[in-house]
């Protein structure tokens, strides 16, 4: 219990693993639901046209959070006309972490997206600050 009698549903809802893999790899619902679509159905090569319209999203949010998880390990990138991405973790370590990932936001889906939500900010804008451009003074 938090100290507003509030029940601390983080606490205790899924495993350190999640928790890790969460803060390391996955900034937002969106990107969750990216990652998870595409381990469903890992044989599979996608456009990020074809998972805009999977999950009802932008072609350009799409094509944003499938960047960003092949960036951090989790797809590879087809070369192409078209990139397509495919479910392809870097180690079968993570590939694992995404495993569990997949069961506890299928089991406990609220807990998974405030875990998502509750990440502190000040790591999602060291992370942004990293790839932002600056002039040599």
């Given at each position: 219990?938090?100290?507003?009698?509030?029940?601390?549903?983080?606490?205790?809802?899924?495993?350190?693993?999640?928790?890790?893999?969460?803060?390391?790899?996955?900034?937002?619902?969106?990107?969750?639901?990216?990652?998870?679509?595409?381990?469903?159905?890992?044989?599979?090569?996608?456009?990020?046209?074809?998972?805009?319209?999977?999950?009802?999203?932008?072609p350009d949010m799409a094509a944003e959070q499938?960047?960003?998880?092949?960036?951090?390990?989790?797809?590879?990138?087809?070369?192409?006309?078209?990139?397509?991405?495919?479910?392809?973790?870097?180690?079968?370590?993570?590939?694992?972490?995404?495993?569990l990932l997949d069961t506890a936001y299928k089991e406990r889906r609220v807990?998974?997206?405030?875990?998502?939500?509750?990440?502190?900010?000040?790591?999602?804008?060291?992370?942004?600050?990293?790839?932002?451009?600056?002039?040599?003074?």
């Amino acid at each position: 219990m938090r100290g507003d009698g509030l029940p601390d549903i983080m606490a205790d809802e899924f495993s350190d693993d999640v928790k890790q893999f969460l803060s390391e790899h996955i900034s937002s619902v969106a990107q969750l639901e990216v990652l998870l679509l595409l381990r469903a159905q890992r044989e599979r090569e996608w456009t990020a046209s074809e998972v805009s319209k999977a999950l009802y999203t932008t072609p350009d949010m799409a094509a944003e959070q499938l960047a960003e998880l092949a960036g951090r390990g989790l797809l590879a990138r087809g070369d192409g006309a078209e990139t397509k991405y495919r479910y392809w973790p870097a180690s079968p370590e993570l590939d694992a972490q995404a495993g569990l990932l997949d069961t506890a936001y299928k089991e406990r889906r609220v807990a998974v997206i405030t875990a998502i939500y509750s990440q502190p900010l000040d790591k999602v804008r060291t992370f942004a600050d990293a790839f932002r451009l600056r002039k040599d003074t």
